[in-house]
């Protein structure tokens, strides 16, 4: 079974600052991992995917992820925060047969001025 | 069309009466899912299809949730007989190829009085 854990639910960093948001999964065969972010009352957005081509993956607005299969983990980071990356974040996990995804549930990020 | 759409917007039915949940993919995109939204959790799956064939319902709760694609286009999530606990975001994904990205709709906000 697959399942995916997103560890702290709410990140607060200051305008500039590394973002670090952590996500581990699980599952039995190579998955598809994916970020997205959801602004507030709107629908989620991609930000980037791994579908094994490269373990470092880069997204829009400046966020990149790294798998890495032995920690099982696929944190998502940017260099320096701005105010408008303040939203929910949620990594999910598909299999890569195609399917469901599964998300987590979800870390909220606030960027402080 | 240019995105995932879904409609209605919001929808407050009162405990008891049947509804129906709208979803336009994009054109073209071979599969659709139905996912719901907790309030603060991640999207929960409820079924997909490939074109018009429904490949897992595994993810809806009871009975009294269905889902079809007849045309392999739009889709329809009903609910019958609803019940207060049905009040979530509904949302609706579609995925040109096996493995995604999938696109959201701006989803479905249901509330049952």
């Known amino acids: 079974a697959q399942s995916v854990t997103q560890l702290g639910s709410h990140v607060s960093v200051s305008e500039g600052a590394l973002v670090l948001l952590r996500c581990n999964y699980s599952?039995?065969?190579?998955?598809?991992l994916f970020w997205y972010v959801q602004y507030p009352n709107q629908g989620l957005q991609l930000l980037l995917k791994?579908?094994?081509?490269?373990?470092l993956v880069k997204g829009i607005n400046g966020f990149e992820a790294e798998f890495k299969k032995s920690e099982t983990s696929f944190h998502l980071t940017k260099p320096s925060a701005h105010m408008s990356d303040a939203a929910e974040y949620f990594c999910?996990?598909?299999?890569?047969?195609?399917?469901?995804?599964?998300f987590g549930q979800g870390t909220e990020l606030s960027v402080k001025p | 069309g240019a995105g995932v759409s879904q409609s209605p917007r919001y929808k407050v039915t009162k405990r008891g009466q049947d509804v129906a949940l709208r979803c336009d993919p994009i054109?073209?995109?071979?599969?659709l899912y139905w996912y719901r939204q907790a309030l603060g959790q991640g999207p929960e799956f409820l079924t997909y299809?490939?074109?018009?064939?429904?490949?897992?319902k595994s993810g809806l709760p009871n009975d009294r949730f269905s889902a079809e694609r007849p045309e392999g286009s739009i889709s329809t999530l009903t609910i019958q007989r609803t019940e207060q606990r049905d009040s979530a975001m509904y949302r609706c994904?579609?995925?040109?190829?096996?493995?995604?990205?999938?696109?959201f709709g701006s989803g479905t906000r249901l509330t049952v009085v």
């Open positions: 599952s039995s065969v190579p998955p598809y």
């Open positions: 791994y579908t094994s081509a490269a373990t």
């Open positions: 054109s073209g995109h071979v599969s």
């Open positions: 994904a579609s995925s040109l190829e096996l493995g995604g990205p999938d696109t």
């Open positions: 299809f490939n074109y018009e064939a429904q490949q897992d």
């Open positions: 999910a996990v598909r299999g890569n047969q195609g399917g469901k995804l599964i």
